[in-house]
């Protein structure tokens, strides 16, 4: 029988033939991969152990209770809602010394030209911020405060900044969606839609392509849709390196049969093996995941869901019947694959026909597909763009609603998701609603206060202003928009240009200790764990779990919970607003949101470990009703990009390593290979065209800046290089997706000797 659609019409007249299975195996025959390039799980473990030895009980409570604060994927204590079994990887454990480190004396910061010889990793193991410190222009150092004078401060002068002169930026790790709502609340109270959170540095344009295609700016699927589906398509993702619980995901699927193909400029190590600890067979011999690579060029991926769709369209292998009962649009997509030529098609994707037609062979045959992608679609000024044509794909056969299909856009960050639907962004209100007069009117009510109605800046613009002088006063919510965004030097200059900072963590960063215009205030938040109340995380499949607070960890310093201080700042400046920002735990919060936000309903009822929702439901539109204001999906027509690199330059993309976003937690980069941070990949041609060798030093420049590297040959595509970011951000120039406002982390470099 054919595959059911969304509402089980499917064509009748397509050939019916079966999947093409996944080839499973292990990886290697050495035992515990001692003879192959893999992460260390166990001495990882047992340097976490000893890292944490002055707090080893308060750890285990947090692992056994806690929900994860580390990647998108967030299980709760030790398991998930995917599959039975142990779940716990390095990056949770290496991210733990953060919950359980003892506070820095106040001495450790009176030494600002001390601070700033630091970089990120030293100041951090300083320790927890333990009490609000200033500093201005002139001091030696930062000099320990009382909250009453912090609040006095910081208070006047948000109340001597004009709104349009104010910019609030939030960051992902370890927030909780209750802290996001409460600082977009205090931001909104305080007059502004200057509101932004990082998640538009990597899943805006994911927001912006899924938003305008299919009605909804979120995965459509459930993790536990990957385990048995036909098909799965890996998309400019390392998700061995920034999300290893899925690895479990992907071999437990690959035990059902599911074929695996990666779609990515550079060939990744750990998407095709993989040691997976909890799973005894995978631990011992490795799991061999990858069956196909597709060496597609950067900014290629267009073209090559082009060329698929024409294979697709001229051997009537779409799914018309489906089409017409559920999309609109496709007219155009038709006519405009049919007039590709296939020499362009080959040109600007990299790969070659015989390729193109095999993945549409496995798309055409597969019963079922989920496709995940990351930054390598998003962070292009064409990002948006790249992910319409991956629903296009989808769309085509009717990927969509049905069990074991979807689209994935993988979060790298626990807060990430929920950041996004709590906080939201400068011109759209909790819960995913536009900023107009309604909506505005709507929480007017619910918060007893008028809403802004003045288009609010996004996250590098809003910097930019401040490099312009025209944001006097910035709050800064964890995060170091210094390591992140590109060409520091600029960010730079916009902190010493801002008047006033505030910066709110858990520990001190070098976008702390930057020189302001006038006065910087630090301070001290609990984490997660230690929040009256608790807290809840959404993950990357729209789940939203419950997070208790764990006892046993000292009360460090003067720390409040992180959704009290923003609320307390405007209630400083603006008296009047106190009691619309005002709450006795976190479940007071929990229980506006049940009011303020339909699609968080439920949220009001959570309060003990183990209890979450999902909102959607398992899969977003198995109704066959797409969330667009008709109800159907829409194809997209978009156009094919190429890059253009002058002679004798090369094509730079960044790559994470051992890391968490920008907090680089070991130099070596087990999974791939790399031996340092300043490592440079690159292909084994260009190294001969430049006459350089591996592991030779030498310097990439352009006109943003310049950096040192050692050179590592690599399966890299000829033309192209990639670094570890953040360090290659001082040459990458700030440019934006001007649908998405995401920014562009490429950009093209000249290589010479050292």
């Not at 082009?306 to 006519?335: C, M, P, Y």
């Not at 010493?496 to 976008?511: E, G, L, M, P, Y």
Request: some cysteine; charged content about 25%; overall charge neutral.
């Amino acid at each position: 029988a054919r595959p059911a659609g969304i509402d089980g019409h499917m064509a009748g007249d397509l050939p019916e033939k079966p999947p093409i299975r996944g080839e499973t195996g292990i990886a290697s025959l050495v035992p515990f991969g001692l003879a192959s390039q893999k992460p260390h799980h166990i001495r990882e473990s047992m340097e976490i152990v000893w890292e944490n030895r002055d707090s080893l009980p308060y750890a285990w409570n947090i692992l056994n209770q806690g929900v994860c604060d580390g990647c998108s994927l967030g299980p709760r204590g030790l398991a998930d809602d995917v599959i039975d079994g142990l779940h716990l990887c390095t990056t949770r454990l290496r991210l733990l010394r953060l919950n359980t480190m003892p506070a820095l004396s106040p001495a450790d910061v009176l030494d600002i030209s001390r601070l700033r010889r630091m970089d990120n990793r030293a100041l951090q193991a300083m320790g927890r911020i333990p009490y609000p410190f200033v500093y201005r222009p002139g001091d030696r150092g930062f000099s320990r405060i009382s909250w009453e004078e912090a609040l006095a401060l910081s208070g006047r002068a948000l109340r001597d900044t004009i709104p349009s002169r104010q910019a609030w930026f939030a960051t992902s790790r370890g927030i909780t969606n209750e802290t996001y709502y409460a600082f977009t609340k205090a931001a909104r109270l305080a007059g502004t839609n200057n509101v932004d959170l990082c998640a538009r540095l990597c899943h805006q344009a994911s927001v912006a392509g899924l938003k305008r295609t299919i009605g909804v700016g979120a995965p459509t699927c459930s993790l536990s849709d990957l385990i048995g589906t036909d098909l799965i398509l890996l998309w400019g993702t390392d998700i061995a390196n920034n999300q290893p619980v899925s690895m479990k995901y992907l071999a437990k699927a690959k035990e059902l049969g599911t074929r695996i193909v990666v779609i990515n400029p550079v060939r990744e190590k750990g998407l095709e093996a993989y040691w997976v600890p909890s799973m005894p067979m995978s631990a011992l011999f490795g799991t061999r995941l990858m069956d196909d690579f597709i060496s597609v060029r950067v900014g290629g991926d267009i073209a090559l869901i082009q060329g698929v769709l024409k294979n697709l369209v001229e051997s009537e292998r779409v799914d018309r019947g489906w089409i017409d009962a559920h999309t609109a649009g496709f007219s155009a997509i038709e006519s405009q694959v049919r007039s590709l030529h296939w020499d362009e098609i080959e040109r600007l994707s990299g790969v070659s026909r015989t390729q193109i037609d095999w993945l549409a062979e496995l798309f055409a045959r597969a019963r079922t597909a989920v496709s995940i992608w990351s930054m390598g679609l998003t962070q292009h000024i064409f990002g948006t763009e790249n992910v319409e044509a991956v629903v296009n794909l989808h769309l085509c056969r009717g990927q969509f609603g049905r069990e074991k299909t979807g689209v994935i856009p993988i979060r790298g960050h626990s807060g990430l998701q929920g950041g996004s639907e709590s906080c939201w962004e400068p011109n759209i209100l909790p819960g995913g609603v536009p900023l107009n007069d309604e909506n505005r009117a709507n929480f007017a009510d619910y918060w007893g206060h008028p809403i802004p109605a003045e288009p609010g800046m996004t996250t590098l613009p809003m910097v930019q202003a401040m490099e312009r002088r025209e944001i006097d006063f910035l709050y800064n919510l964890g995060g170091n928009l210094l390591a992140v965004l590109p060409d520091p030097k600029r960010v730079e200059t916009a902190f010493a240009n801002t008047r006033v900072r505030i910066h709110q963590d858990i520990v001190f960063n070098t976008s702390t200790v930057l020189e302001p215009g006038e006065i910087i205030l630090v301070l001290p938040a609990q984490t997660r764990y230690e929040q009256r109340g608790g807290g809840t995380a959404t993950n990357t499949e729209r789940r939203v779990r419950f997070s208790p607070e764990i006892p046993g960890h000292p009360q460090v310093g003067e720390c409040r919970p992180e959704y009290e201080i923003p609320c307390q700042v405007v209630a400083a400046a603006f008296p009047d607003r106190a009691g619309a920002l005002t709450y006795a735990d976190a479940q007071g919060i929990r229980d506006e949101m049940g009011r303020t936000m339909p699609l968080y309903a439920g949220i009001e009822k959570m309060s003990k470990a183990g209890d979450w929702i999902q909102w959607g439901g398992p899969r977003l539109f198995a109704d066959g009703s797409f969330g667009t204001p008709d109800g159907r999906a829409l194809f997209t027509p978009v156009q094919a990009v190429e890059i253009i690199v002058p002679d004798g330059a090369f094509y730079l993309t960044t790559r994470r390593g051992k890391q968490f976003n920008s907090m680089v937690l070991k130099d070596q980069d087990h999974v791939q290979g790399g031996k340092a941070r300043d490592d440079l990949l690159i292909s084994a041609s260009d190294l001969a065209s430049l006459d350089l060798d591996d592991g030779q030093r030498a310097k990439v420049r352009n006109q943003t800046g310049t950096f040192l590297v050692t050179l590592r040959k690599s399966e890299v595509r000829p033309g192209m290089v990639q670094a570890y970011w953040p360090e290659c951000n001082v040459v990458i120039g700030q440019r934006l997706d001007p649908r998405s406002e995401e920014p562009d982390y490429n950009a093209v470099v000249w290589i010479e000797r050292a």
